[in-house]
C-alpha cells in the first residue's frame, strides 16, 4: 500500500516554545492510526498543520495525489435549543453549488451518509436535543458529505459514556472497511487506541515514536494517559 | 381601504419589509445578532435625521449610516469581552447624533416621531419602487452565498473546519443587514425594525426544523404581522407599529408555548 500522508522532518513552534524539531512519520493509505499525547505537546498544532492552516518551520508534509481531508473538530455548541434537525444540520457541509435548494443527486448524497453513519431512522430528531452518540455522528456524518479519503477525528469519544464510544468507534472501524477510509484519531484513551487503531503516534516532549498498538508499554506512556487502574 | 393611494403603497411596502425582514432575520438569529440589529437601527435614525437635516429622503440617509457603519460596529461586536460596552457606546452616540441633526434642521416634533416610530401616510409610490429594488438586492445577494452563510450561522465550528471564509461571510452578511435595517425601519420605525428583525425568526427557530421550513415560517410570522397591523391601524386609527409589535409579541409567546408543550 502506498503513504496517502508522510512527514518528512517537520519543525514547528511558537514564539516561546519548540513543539517538535525533527518529527518525521507515514500514513499508509486505509491504516488507521491514533494520535496520542499530554495536553500543550502539539496535537491539535500538527492537525493545523497537516490542514494547511499552519506553515512549519521546516521539513515537508506531502500527501497522495488525490487526498480530500475531511474533519471532525474537538468541541461544537449545540445546546438543547439548536433549532435544526439531524439531517439539516449534516447537510450545511454541501457547498458544491450556490443554489439555496439542493438537487436530487444531493439529497441522494446525503441519504447514503445519514445510512452510513446509522442515523437514517433518527434523521428528523432535533440536533439540539439528540444522545451524546447521536450527535458524534452527526458531526462525523457532516465531514464525510465531501467523500473525504483521510478523516481526522479530533477527540470524538472524550464526553461519551463506554457504550457509546464503542458504538462510535465500531462506526469508524466499519467506515474505514468499507470507504477504505485513513483515519487519524486524536485521543487521550490508550484502551480505545489498542482496541480499534492498529498503530499510534505518541508526541511527548522529548520526541515521538509511531509504533503498533500491540505493541504499546503503558507504563511508559506520559502519566496523564495512563488509566487510572493502571501500572503506577 | 385598497382605494387610497397611500395604503397601496403601505401594503406593496410591507410586503416586501416582511420578505426581507423575515428571511434576514433568520440568520440574524441564528448568527447572535439580535443586539447589533438594534444597534444599526439606532444608527439609521442618525442617518434618516442627517438626511432631514440636509433635505434628502430618509431611506437614503439611513443605507449611508447603516452601511458605513455596519462593518465597523460589527468587527466591535466580534470579540466577545468588549461588545456590550462598545455597542452601547456606539449607540448613543448615534442617537444623540440623531437628536442633533434633527434639531438644526429645525423639523417638526412629529418628524422625530415619523422617523422613530414609523409611518404608513408618507411612502410614495417611488419609495415603493426604491424599497422593491434594496429587497430585490438583498434577496439575491442572500441567495448567491446562502449555503456559506447557512453554514456559517448554523456551524460556525463545522464551517472553519471545512475551511468557508469566515470573515468574508461576516463582512458579506453585516452590509446585508445594514440595508435590511434601512428597509425594514420605513413601516415601523427605527426604534422598533428589530422587532421584525428578531420576532419572526424566534418564531421560526421554534416550530421549524429545517432551514427551509424556518425561512417559510419567519416570513409568513412577518407577512402575518404587516398586514394585520395595516388593516387594524387603517380601521382604528391607532399606530400601525403598535399592532404589529402586538401581533408579534403574540406569535412569540404562542410558538414558545408550543414548543414547550412538544418537547414534553
Not at chain 1, 458531526?139 to 459514556?161: G, H, K, R, V, W
Not at chain 2, 419609495?127 to 422593491?132: E, H, S
Request: aromatic share 10%; hydrophobic share 50%; charged share 15%.
Amino acid at each position: 500500500m502506498t503513504d496517502l500522508l508522510s512527514v518528512e522532518h517537520l519543525s514547528f513552534g511558537f514564539h516561546d516554545r519548540q513543539l517538535y524539531s525533527d518529527l518525521s512519520f507515514a500514513l499508509k493509505e486505509g491504516s488507521m492510526t491514533s494520535l496520542i499525547g499530554a495536553n500543550g505537546v502539539g496535537k491539535t498544532t500538527l492537525i493545523r498543520l497537516l490542514m494547511g492552516q499552519l506553515r512549519p518551520q521546516s521539513g515537508q508534509i506531502k500527501f497522495m495525489p488525490n487526498m480530500r481531508l475531511g474533519y471532525v473538530p474537538q468541541f461544537r455548541n449545540i445546546d438543547p435549543e439548536y433549532p435544526l434537525s439531524i439531517r439539516s444540520f449534516v447537510q450545511l457541509n454541501q457547498l458544491q453549488h450556490g443554489f439555496p435548494w439542493h438537487t436530487p443527486k444531493e439529497k441522494r448524497q446525503l441519504d447514503a451518509v445519514l445510512a452510513q453513519t446509522h442515523l437514517t431512522a433518527r434523521q428528523h430528531q432535533l440536533l439540539g436535543r439528540a444522545s451524546g452518540g447521536e450527535k458524534q455522528k452527526a458531526y462525523l456524518a457532516q465531514a464525510l458529505l465531501t467523500a473525504p479519503n483521510f478523516l481526522i477525528l479530533d477527540e470524538a469519544t472524550a464526553s461519551l459514556d463506554v457504550n457509546t464510544k464503542t458504538e462510535l468507534m465500531t462506526l469508524v472501524q466499519e467506515l474505514n472497511a468499507t470507504l477504505k477510509l485513513t483515519v487519524l484519531f486524536v485521543t487521550h484513551d490508550l484502551q480505545l487506541a489498542k482496541d480499534y487503531t492498529q498503530q499510534y503516534l505518541l508526541l511527548t516532549p522529548k520526541g515521538h515514536e509511531l509504533r503498533r498498538t500491540t505493541e504499546m508499554d503503558e507504563s511508559r506512556m506520559p502519566k496523564e494517559l495512563r488509566p487510572v487502574t493502571g501500572v503506577q | 381601504m385598497f382605494s387610497y393611494d397611500f395604503m397601496q403603497n403601505a401594503w406593496l411596502a410591507s410586503t416586501f419589509i416582511a420578505l426581507t425582514t423575515g428571511i434576514v432575520g433568520v440568520f440574524v438569529t441564528a448568527r447572535g445578532m439580535s443586539f447589533l440589529a438594534h444597534t444599526l437601527s439606532e444608527v439609521g435614525f442618525a442617518g434618516a435625521a442627517f438626511a432631514v437635516f440636509l433635505g434628502i429622503r430618509p431611506l437614503d440617509g439611513m443605507l449611508l449610516f447603516t452601511i458605513t457603519s455596519s462593518i465597523t460596529v460589527g468587527r466591535l461586536s466580534v470579540q466577545q469581552s468588549r461588545r456590550e460596552a462598545s455597542i452601547s457606546a456606539v449607540s448613543s452616540l448615534f442617537v444623540g447624533l440623531g437628536i442633533l441633526f434633527l434639531s438644526l434642521s429645525s423639523a417638526s416634533a412629529s418628524y422625530a416621531t415619523t422617523i422613530l416610530f414609523g409611518s404608513i401616510i408618507g411612502i410614495s409610490r417611488s419609495d415603493v419602487w426604491q424599497l422593491l429594488g434594496l429587497a430585490a438586492a438583498v434577496l439575491l445577494t442572500l441567495g448567491f452565498g446562502y449555503r456559506h452563510l447557512a453554514f456559517d450561522s448554523f456551524d460556525a465550528i463545522g464551517a472553519q473546519a471545512q475551511g468557508v471564509r469566515r470573515n468574508l461571510i461576516s463582512i458579506y452578511f453585516l452590509l446585508i443587514l445594514a440595508i435590511s435595517v434601512s428597509i425594514g425601519a420605513q413601516i415601523v420605525g427605527s426604534l422598533l425594525v428589530f422587532i421584525l428583525l428578531t420576532l419572526p425568526p424566534a418564531v421560526a427557530k421554534y416550530l421549524g426544523k429545517t432551514l427551509p421550513q424556518m425561512l417559510v415560517i419567519s416570513v409568513v410570522a412577518a407577512l402575518i404581522g404587516v398586514w394585520a397591523g395595516l388593516a387594524l391601524g387603517y380601521y382604528t386609527n391607532w399606530p400601525v407599529t403598535f399592532f404589529i409589535a402586538a401581533i408579534e409579541f403574540c406569535f412569540y409567546f404562542i410558538a414558545l408555548a408550543l414548543h414547550r408543550w412538544r418537547l414534553d
